[in-house]
């Protein structure tokens, strides 16, 4: 089958990779089922630094791989590819910047791990739901950002083909709101919870926006997103799942939380007016799917992770 993975046609040059899959298929049947040798890209950000750490703890070999234009790893080495990297910020405007980076670098890297026979799993986004109340993997989408936009191509490319026709295992997380450590670089990307802890430490107050009560987020800690994906890495089912709790906290509760734990004050302020219209309302994961898939899991309560955060 003529697969068409790229949202524009690439130089040639540009495509080649080293091909060695049998030797590549006999390195890997030499490692522990358990070790496994894993390329991330976007090690640097976020999730993709506390992944990083977390399976190196657990006896993993890591690569890095930092966006670079034009350049595709080859992955052939690897047993698996985690594609963390991404412009992830909601508020970037510039639209072919993102769908560059993206939509068509992770085209070309599906179409690298495709051909080697590399297992990958990706970062999807809750943000393709948009303002919609239904969290089901099979619920409309409505992105409304070009980061969101780019996110639901990506996913729909894939979903466009039976998962038969792959010769990888291709696997996309649907993460929800994800918050813990080393999201200090993120600046204005940053959780509520680092926002509100960075206002109560300079000016003993807390400022959630006006009405936050009626937002409702599913947030999800990063130490369990790492746990989940490393469960995922052994399981052989293809898809796209929800990565959430399926419960819902204000950022009311947040700021308050947050406040008590620095003795600091919460005092509202209006929304920004570039900000309204892009903050979604309401998001709940339906993770029926994940649990099924995962079994059981023990989410980690915000209210529980603030009182034992050390920043």
């Given at each position: 089958?003529?697969?068409?993975?790229?949202?524009?046609?690439?130089?040639?040059?540009?495509?080649?990779?080293?091909?060695?899959?049998?030797?590549?298929?006999?390195?890997?049947?030499?490692?522990?089922?358990?070790?496994l040798k894993i390329l991330i890209t976007?090690?640097?950000?976020?999730?993709?630094?506390?992944?990083?750490?977390?399976?190196?703890?657990?006896?993993?070999?890591?690569?890095?791989?930092?966006?670079?234009?034009?350049?595709?790893?080859?992955?052939?080495?690897?047993?698996?590819?985690?594609?963390?990297?991404?412009?992830?910020?909601?508020?970037?405007?510039?639209?072919?910047?993102?769908?560059?980076?993206?939509?068509?670098?992770?085209?070309?890297?599906?179409?690298?791990?495709?051909?080697?026979?590399?297992?990958?799993?990706?970062?999807?986004?809750?943000?393709?739901?948009?303002?919609?109340?239904?969290?089901?993997?099979?619920?409309?989408?409505?992105?409304?950002?070009?980061?969101?936009?780019?996110?639901?191509?990506?996913?729909?490319?894939?979903?466009?083909?039976?998962?038969?026709?792959?010769?990888?295992?291709?696997?996309?997380?649907?993460?929800?709101?994800?918050?813990?450590?080393?999201?200090?670089?993120?600046?204005?990307?940053?959780?509520?919870?680092?926002?509100?802890?960075?206002?109560?430490?300079?000016?003993?107050?807390?400022?959630?926006?006006?009405?936050?009560?009626?937002?409702?987020?599913?947030?999800?800690?990063?130490?369990?997103?790492?746990?989940?994906?490393?469960?995922?890495?052994?399981?052989?089912?293809?898809?796209?799942?929800?990565?959430?709790?399926?419960?819902?906290?204000?950022?009311?509760?947040?700021?308050?939380?947050?406040?008590?734990?620095?003795?600091?004050?919460?005092?509202?302020?209006?929304?920004?007016?570039?900000?309204?219209?892009?903050?979604?309302?309401?998001?709940?994961?339906?993770?029926?799917?994940?649990l099924k898939t995962i079994g059981k899991?023990?989410?980690?309560?915000?209210?529980?992770?603030?009182?034992?955060?050390?920043?």
């Amino acid at each position: 089958m003529n697969k068409k993975y790229f949202h524009e046609e690439w130089p040639k040059e540009e495509q080649e990779l080293k091909m060695s899959l049998e030797a590549s298929r006999q390195n890997k049947e030499e490692r522990s089922k358990n070790k496994l040798k894993i390329l991330i890209t976007g090690a640097n950000g976020f999730i993709g630094k506390n992944l990083k750490e977390y399976l190196m703890s657990k006896g993993h070999g890591i690569a890095e791989y930092e966006f670079i234009e034009n350049v595709v790893p080859d992955c052939s080495q690897f047993d698996k590819v985690i594609h963390m990297g991404a412009i992830s910020s909601t508020t970037e405007r510039d639209v072919e910047k993102v769908l560059k980076q993206n939509l068509d670098f992770s085209h070309r890297l599906l179409q690298v791990c495709d051909m080697q026979g590399v297992d990958l799993i990706y970062a999807s986004s809750a943000s393709v739901y948009g303002d919609g109340q239904n969290f089901n993997e099979d619920a409309p989408k409505q992105p409304q950002s070009p980061y969101s936009w780019s996110k639901y191509l990506f996913d729909r490319s894939i979903e466009m083909l039976s998962w038969d026709d792959y010769k990888c295992n291709i696997k996309g997380l649907r993460f929800f709101n994800v918050y813990g450590e080393h999201e200090e670089h993120k600046g204005d990307q940053m959780s509520v919870f680092h926002k509100f802890a960075k206002q109560a430490k300079e000016t003993g107050s807390v400022h959630p926006f006006v009405g936050s009560s009626d937002y409702l987020r599913d947030f999800i800690y990063i130490g369990d997103v790492c746990q989940i994906i490393e469960k995922m890495m052994h399981i052989d089912e293809m898809g796209i799942w929800n990565v959430g709790t399926g419960e819902t906290t204000s950022f009311t509760t947040i700021a308050h939380s947050i406040a008590k734990k620095y003795n600091a004050k919460v005092e509202p302020i209006p929304m920004p007016e570039n900000l309204i219209g892009q903050y979604q309302k309401y998001t709940c994961s339906d993770n029926t799917k994940l649990l099924k898939t995962i079994g059981k899991f023990k989410f980690t309560k915000p209210e529980e992770w603030i009182e034992t955060w050390k920043d």
